[in-house]
Protein backbone atom coordinates (compact mmCIF):
# COMPACT_ATOMS: atom_id res chain seq x y z
CA UNK A 1 0.00 0.00 0.00
CA UNK A 2 0.98 3.71 -0.16
CA UNK A 3 3.54 5.17 2.56
CA UNK A 4 3.29 8.61 3.89
CA UNK A 5 3.05 11.32 1.52
CA UNK A 6 3.91 14.66 1.94
CA UNK A 7 3.29 17.97 -0.17
CA UNK A 8 4.86 19.98 -1.34
CA UNK A 9 8.39 18.51 -1.31
CA UNK A 10 10.05 22.01 -1.75
CA UNK A 11 8.94 25.03 -0.41
CA UNK A 12 10.51 28.03 -1.04
CA UNK A 13 8.89 31.39 0.84
CA UNK A 14 10.01 34.96 1.53
CA UNK A 15 9.80 35.51 5.56
CA UNK A 16 6.72 36.82 6.25
CA UNK A 17 4.39 34.75 4.26
CA UNK A 18 2.17 32.03 5.54
CA UNK A 19 3.06 28.60 4.51
CA UNK A 20 0.92 25.50 4.46
CA UNK A 21 2.59 21.80 4.50
CA UNK A 22 0.30 18.46 3.89
CA UNK A 23 0.57 15.38 4.98
CA UNK A 24 -1.63 12.28 3.66
CA UNK A 25 -1.16 9.64 6.35
CA UNK A 26 -1.02 5.77 5.50
CA UNK A 27 -4.75 4.93 5.93
CA UNK A 28 -6.47 3.39 8.83
CA UNK A 29 -2.97 4.64 11.12
CA UNK A 30 -4.96 6.65 13.70
CA UNK A 31 -1.58 8.48 14.82
CA UNK A 32 -0.08 11.29 13.01
CA UNK A 33 3.01 13.16 14.39
CA UNK A 34 5.04 15.75 12.93
CA UNK A 35 8.76 16.73 13.26
CA UNK A 36 11.21 19.61 11.99
CA UNK A 37 14.67 18.49 11.19
CA UNK A 38 17.32 21.12 10.99
CA UNK A 39 20.42 20.95 9.57
CA UNK A 40 22.82 19.18 11.53
CA UNK A 41 19.92 18.59 14.66
CA UNK A 42 18.27 15.78 15.68
CA UNK A 43 14.51 15.19 14.71
CA UNK A 44 12.38 17.72 16.56
CA UNK A 45 9.05 16.56 18.10
CA UNK A 46 6.31 19.27 17.21
CA UNK A 47 2.93 17.37 17.79
CA UNK A 48 1.02 14.51 17.47
CA UNK A 49 -2.70 13.48 16.62
CA UNK A 50 -4.90 10.97 18.11
CA UNK A 51 -7.47 10.91 15.33
CA UNK A 52 -8.02 14.49 15.21
CA UNK A 53 -7.23 15.96 18.64
CA UNK A 54 -3.92 16.54 19.24
CA UNK A 55 -3.71 16.94 23.37
CA UNK A 56 -0.37 17.92 23.42
CA UNK A 57 0.83 21.04 21.59
CA UNK A 58 3.70 22.11 24.01
CA UNK A 59 6.25 21.08 21.20
CA UNK A 60 5.10 23.93 18.51
CA UNK A 61 8.57 26.22 18.61
CA UNK A 62 5.83 29.22 18.68
CA UNK A 63 2.47 30.46 18.40
CA UNK A 64 3.16 30.82 14.78
CA UNK A 65 3.10 26.97 14.00
CA UNK A 66 -0.39 25.51 13.99
CA UNK A 67 -1.56 22.08 12.72
CA UNK A 68 -5.00 20.50 11.85
CA UNK A 69 -5.85 17.39 11.55
CA UNK A 70 -9.72 16.67 9.82
CA UNK A 71 -11.49 13.32 9.02
CA UNK A 72 -8.77 11.49 11.16
CA UNK A 73 -6.32 11.37 8.14
CA UNK A 74 -4.97 14.50 6.41
CA UNK A 75 -2.86 16.82 8.35
CA UNK A 76 -1.82 20.71 7.73
CA UNK A 77 0.76 22.41 9.17
CA UNK A 78 0.65 26.07 9.10
CA UNK A 79 3.52 28.54 9.45
CA UNK A 80 1.93 32.02 9.80
CA UNK A 81 4.89 34.54 8.84
CA UNK A 82 7.72 33.03 8.51
CA UNK A 83 11.27 33.38 9.95
CA UNK A 84 14.40 32.66 8.49
CA UNK A 85 14.88 29.71 11.42
CA UNK A 86 12.19 28.20 10.64
CA UNK A 87 13.85 26.83 7.58
CA UNK A 88 14.54 23.22 7.53
CA UNK A 89 12.65 19.81 6.81
CA UNK A 90 9.75 19.27 8.23
CA UNK A 91 8.49 15.16 8.52
CA UNK A 92 5.10 13.69 8.65
CA UNK A 93 4.69 10.35 10.29
CA UNK A 94 2.21 8.03 11.21
CA UNK A 95 1.55 4.91 12.98
CA UNK A 96 -1.41 2.42 13.92
CA UNK A 97 -2.18 4.15 16.82
CA UNK A 98 -0.58 6.79 19.07
CA UNK A 99 2.37 4.61 21.51
CA UNK A 100 3.12 2.31 18.98
CA UNK A 101 6.84 3.15 18.37
CA UNK A 102 7.55 2.11 14.72
CA UNK A 103 6.43 4.94 13.14
CA UNK A 104 6.23 5.28 9.11
CA UNK A 105 7.76 8.51 8.08
CA UNK A 106 7.16 10.63 4.83
CA UNK A 107 9.40 11.87 2.56
CA UNK A 108 9.38 15.69 4.25
CA UNK A 109 8.57 19.01 3.14
CA UNK A 110 11.70 21.12 2.90
CA UNK A 111 11.11 24.63 3.82
CA UNK A 112 13.35 27.38 2.81
CA UNK A 113 12.63 30.96 3.96
CA UNK A 114 14.13 33.81 2.05
CA UNK B 1 15.70 18.18 26.02
CA UNK B 2 17.59 15.38 25.95
CA UNK B 3 20.10 14.92 24.04
CA UNK B 4 21.31 11.63 21.92
CA UNK B 5 25.25 11.94 20.57
CA UNK B 6 27.03 10.58 17.83
CA UNK B 7 30.70 9.22 17.95
CA UNK B 8 31.44 9.91 14.70
CA UNK B 9 30.09 12.17 12.13
CA UNK B 10 30.92 10.66 8.80
CA UNK B 11 31.98 6.98 8.19
CA UNK B 12 33.28 5.00 4.96
CA UNK B 13 33.63 1.44 4.50
CA UNK B 14 34.42 -0.86 1.52
CA UNK B 15 32.03 -3.14 0.44
CA UNK B 16 31.73 -6.13 2.01
CA UNK B 17 32.80 -4.50 4.94
CA UNK B 18 31.18 -4.67 8.27
CA UNK B 19 30.12 -1.39 9.42
CA UNK B 20 29.54 -0.06 13.19
CA UNK B 21 27.87 2.98 14.00
CA UNK B 22 28.33 4.02 17.75
CA UNK B 23 25.46 6.37 19.76
CA UNK B 24 26.00 7.72 23.14
CA UNK B 25 23.02 8.42 25.36
CA UNK B 26 23.07 10.19 28.69
CA UNK B 27 19.43 8.94 30.48
CA UNK B 28 19.87 6.37 32.81
CA UNK B 29 15.65 6.21 32.56
CA UNK B 30 16.17 5.25 28.91
CA UNK B 31 14.38 2.07 28.32
CA UNK B 32 13.75 1.67 24.49
CA UNK B 33 16.12 2.85 21.84
CA UNK B 34 15.73 2.83 17.94
CA UNK B 35 18.16 2.67 14.64
CA UNK B 36 16.80 4.41 11.89
CA UNK B 37 18.22 5.10 8.38
CA UNK B 38 17.34 7.73 6.50
CA UNK B 39 18.42 8.21 2.11
CA UNK B 40 18.75 11.75 1.01
CA UNK B 41 15.53 13.32 -0.10
CA UNK B 42 13.77 10.39 1.81
CA UNK B 43 12.19 10.00 5.46
CA UNK B 44 13.93 8.14 8.41
CA UNK B 45 13.31 4.59 7.99
CA UNK B 46 12.49 2.07 10.92
CA UNK B 47 15.64 -0.49 10.88
CA UNK B 48 15.63 -2.01 14.56
CA UNK B 49 14.89 -1.37 18.43
CA UNK B 50 15.89 -2.78 21.47
CA UNK B 51 14.55 -2.81 24.56
CA UNK B 52 16.37 -1.46 27.79
CA UNK B 53 16.18 -5.07 29.38
CA UNK B 54 17.87 -6.47 26.81
CA UNK B 55 21.57 -6.50 25.26
CA UNK B 56 21.61 -7.57 21.68
CA UNK B 57 19.49 -8.24 19.30
CA UNK B 58 19.70 -8.92 15.40
CA UNK B 59 17.95 -8.34 12.31
CA UNK B 60 18.58 -9.09 8.94
CA UNK B 61 22.39 -7.78 8.45
CA UNK B 62 22.05 -5.81 11.17
CA UNK B 63 22.43 -6.33 15.11
CA UNK B 64 21.71 -3.48 17.67
CA UNK B 65 23.85 -3.88 21.13
CA UNK B 66 23.16 -2.19 24.12
CA UNK B 67 25.78 -1.36 27.03
CA UNK B 68 23.67 0.38 29.86
CA UNK B 69 26.75 0.62 31.64
CA UNK B 70 28.04 3.40 30.12
CA UNK B 71 25.27 4.75 28.09
CA UNK B 72 26.21 3.10 24.58
CA UNK B 73 24.63 1.86 21.73
CA UNK B 74 26.16 0.38 18.53
CA UNK B 75 24.30 -0.32 15.32
CA UNK B 76 26.34 -3.25 13.21
CA UNK B 77 25.72 -3.93 9.57
CA UNK B 78 27.34 -6.99 8.00
CA UNK B 79 28.56 -7.25 4.59
CA UNK B 80 27.79 -3.53 4.04
CA UNK B 81 26.34 -2.80 0.54
CA UNK B 82 25.90 0.18 -1.42
CA UNK B 83 21.98 0.56 -0.46
CA UNK B 84 23.66 1.06 2.76
CA UNK B 85 24.73 4.69 2.00
CA UNK B 86 22.16 6.98 3.91
CA UNK B 87 22.25 8.73 7.68
CA UNK B 88 21.94 6.33 10.49
CA UNK B 89 20.28 7.77 13.79
CA UNK B 90 19.68 6.25 16.98
CA UNK B 91 16.81 7.23 19.44
CA UNK B 92 16.19 7.18 23.03
CA UNK B 93 12.71 6.62 24.75
CA UNK B 94 12.34 7.99 28.16
CA UNK B 95 9.75 7.79 30.40
CA UNK B 96 6.43 6.47 27.98
CA UNK B 97 5.15 5.55 24.76
CA UNK B 98 4.52 9.01 24.02
CA UNK B 99 6.26 11.21 20.81
CA UNK B 100 7.26 13.34 22.97
CA UNK B 101 9.13 10.75 24.92
CA UNK B 102 11.23 9.78 22.01
CA UNK B 103 14.56 11.88 21.33
CA UNK B 104 16.80 11.63 18.41
CA UNK B 105 20.48 12.02 17.73
CA UNK B 106 21.74 13.57 14.88
CA UNK B 107 23.08 11.15 13.15
CA UNK B 108 26.16 9.39 11.73
CA UNK B 109 26.64 9.39 7.78
CA UNK B 110 27.58 5.86 6.07
CA UNK B 111 29.53 5.69 2.99
CA UNK B 112 30.18 2.65 1.14
CA UNK B 113 32.64 2.45 -1.41
CA UNK B 114 32.30 0.18 -4.08
Known amino acids: GAGVSQSPSNKVTEKGKDVELRCDPI?????LYWYRQSLGQGLEFLIY????????KSGLPSDRFSAERTGGSVSTLTIQRTQQEDSAVYLC????????????FGPGTRLTVT | GESVGLHLPTLSVQEGDNSIINCAYSNSASDYFIWYKQESGKGPQFIIDIRSNMDKRQGQRVTVLLNKTVKHLSLQIAATQPGDSAVYFC?????????????FGTGTRLTVIP
Open chain 1, 49 to 56: FQGNSAPD
Open chain 2, 91 to 103: AENIGGTGANNLF
Open chain 1, 93 to 104: ASSISYGEREQY
Open chain 1, 27 to 31: SGHTA
